[in-house]
């Protein structure tokens, strides 16, 4: 255990950050542990209870809401939102017994796209990938890809709409009170013109 | 952090608790953290890893579980069971990006009535409110108000029946085995005579 | 809080471990805690912020992931898998108001069977069993026995097939390709031949 000191990092003194490699302005709570290896853009929220292992990569501009445990293999994008108590894995077929273990170099990775949403206490089983601007519901259990914009809900998580960047409904030939405009083909959602300046809603 | 000392309050050497209103007789256990302004009752029980943010509120005789966080916006009443583990939210639609986060008026409340329960590894989404005595099952996802004595279960949460306060199934025309009497009217539980001081089970 | 020190037993500085029942090549990591009376066998690992309540007892060679509380009632069984955040009960029906409290002795055990798998952030509501080398899918939510060598998956759990101790799907009348073979009769699973020394993915 060896605690760091990070020029413009805010680390509660109850939260141990071992790693070396967090941007400026990212906050870290109390009882969160930063392993050494971890790596942390700027202007991150790292939430009470979190737990970032060595190996994970998390973007700038990323929330992490309380008790979120993120592993090594996990990628999360600038932007992105992980609610509380969403969990990850990184193993698809875990046994403990050492005879049936599953080999480190099986392990699968995570991807959550730039801008996603993790709702709050889902579930997103390993080798998924979030696309950006997705949305994953609270309690979702995503045990597919998500594409890109699209909203997903329950167990397992299906997919109900797409979603605006401003996570209002994309309808279609409409532009978005927010002032994006998009097109959906195939089951895929192309930006025509992103969101104005005044996108808040 | 500024550590508080409040007489009455059992306070682990390992918590955190810098609210000065809690009440008496309340246990707030090892690297949970209640956070100033946070207002929390007598005779509560707050569980290891709980995390009671500023604004929240919580009654008397109230049991949060282990890995409990409450919100600013999330006001539980008196007798409320949180199992372990159960989450709520502050944020509908949330996004971290700092061009489409959701403005802090926007947050919407979440109220768990008087007596309520609420099950272990639930999701209760912000904006809901829990009637007095009703019961979420275990792993439940609530995506709309759930009625007094209601008991609901899945993923989203349905309602399958109504339950006493001694959480034995409420029948139509017949009393309790704890003595209570309930009417059910329009969907709606009636309390006409509570249940009597032997209601224990 | 009275910290204990176990030949043999690596603890994280920020841990807190009060029992003196660990076995030898154990871990627990930083933000858990191992209460007086707990009882934990041989080489597991005891995830960040765990907490093993006095009464509760863990096998040999037993995960817990992050985030696990582990109850009086429950017991692991050696070589189980429990997934991060994976949440256990002991109480069917919890009320907090104390004149509806369940009373101790009402509480229900939990039973993980010799090599099972309970996923991440799944759920298993008290009084059931998991059976050996049974999968419980991430955010499943168990509501009734797990049969030995099921796999579940959903909210409720439903079986879904059964796996070998390998994690591979079970097929009638041929090995599987770790070398073991299976009879499914009625039901249930019997083991004709375990898996070969060769069974490790």
């Known amino acids: 255990m060896k605690r760091r000191r990070l020029r413009g990092v805010r680390v509660h003194p109850l939260a141990l950050v071992e790693s070396g490699t967090i941007g400026r302005g990212t906050r870290v709570w109390a009882f969160a542990h930063v392993m050494p290896g971890a790596r942390i ?8 209870h979190c ?6 990569v998390v973007g700038d501009d990323v929330t992490v809401k309380n008790g979120v445990a993120l592993w090594d293999g996990v990628t999360v994008a600038d932007g992105a939102f992980l609610g509380p108590y969403a969990v990850f894995t990184n193993d698809a077929r875990p046994r403990s017994d ?9 392990f699968l990775p995570t991807r959550v796209g730039r801008g996603a949403t993790v709702g709050a206490n889902a579930t ?3 080798g998924m990938r979030i696309g950006e601007w997705a949305f994953v519901g609270a309690g979702a259990v995503v045990t597919r890809d998500v594409p890109p914009h699209a909203i997903v809900v329950g167990n397992p998580a299906r997919r109900i709409g797409f979603v605006c960047r401003c996570t209002r409904p994309i309808r279609t030939r409409r532009a978005c009170a927010c002032g994006a405009l998009y097109r959906i083909q195939g089951g895929k959602v192309e930006t025509v013109r992103p969101p104005g300046d005044r996108a808040r809603r």
Chains 1, 2, 3 share one sequence.
């Open 124 to 126: 997103v089983v390993c």
């Open 41 to 48: 853009g700027s202007r991150c929220n790292i939430g009470e």
């Open 51 to 56: 737990f970032i292992e060595s190996g994970a």
């Open 98 to 106: 050492p005879r049936y273990k599953t080999p480190r170099e099986k």
